[in-house]
């Protein structure tokens, strides 16, 4: 995304935020100002907890059918991809040069495919009401 497209969600979804009781005073005021918060808080506000094993183990071995496996499989590509590599570490996540390839190639696959997706499969139903509900 563009400096100007990033900004213009980070607005938008301080919306969002406000619609879960968030005080628009208490968020960032900007993206720039957001992501030094953020980076703050990846480097010294984060702590491992019980809760924060029970969500890992939850996200990345869900209780699924072995045909699932498949899928689950990319989501814990990208969910452990994504994660900061310190967080990564103190969670003993594996993570290798491969894997991290992987991730690359998946991510280029979907900047490339998802444009050429119609509505109905790119985008959740909910997106797709408000959409309509905005035109």
């Known amino acids: 995304l563009s400096t100007t497209e990033v900004d213009g969600y980070y607005e938008e979804m301080k919306l969002l935020g406000e619609a879960y009781s968030i005080p628009r005073d208490a968020m960032p005021p900007d993206y720039a100002c957001f992501r030094r918060y953020w980076d703050s808080m990846l480097d010294s506000g984060l702590r491992i907890t019980e809760t924060t094993w029970d969500v890992a183990h939850?996200?990345?071995?869900?209780?699924?059918?072995?045909?699932?496996?498949?899928?689950?499989?990319?989501?814990?590509?990208?969910?452990?991809?994504?994660?900061?590599?310190?967080?990564?570490?103190?969670?003993?996540?594996?993570?290798?040069?491969?894997?991290?390839r992987a991730l690359a190639g998946s991510q280029l696959a979907a900047r490339r495919l998802l444009p050429l997706l119609p509505a109905?499969?790119?985008?959740?139903?909910?997106?797709?009401?408000?959409i309509l509900r905005a035109a």
Do not use: K, Y
């Open 58 to 100: 939850a996200v990345l071995r869900p209780d699924l059918s072995p045909l699932a496996w498949p899928a689950v499989e990319l989501l814990r590509l990208v969910t452990v991809g994504l994660l900061p590599p310190g967080l990564r570490a103190e969670l003993g996540l594996s993570w290798s040069p491969g894997r991290e």
């Open 120 to 130: 109905l499969v790119r985008r959740f139903p909910n997106a797709r009401t408000g």
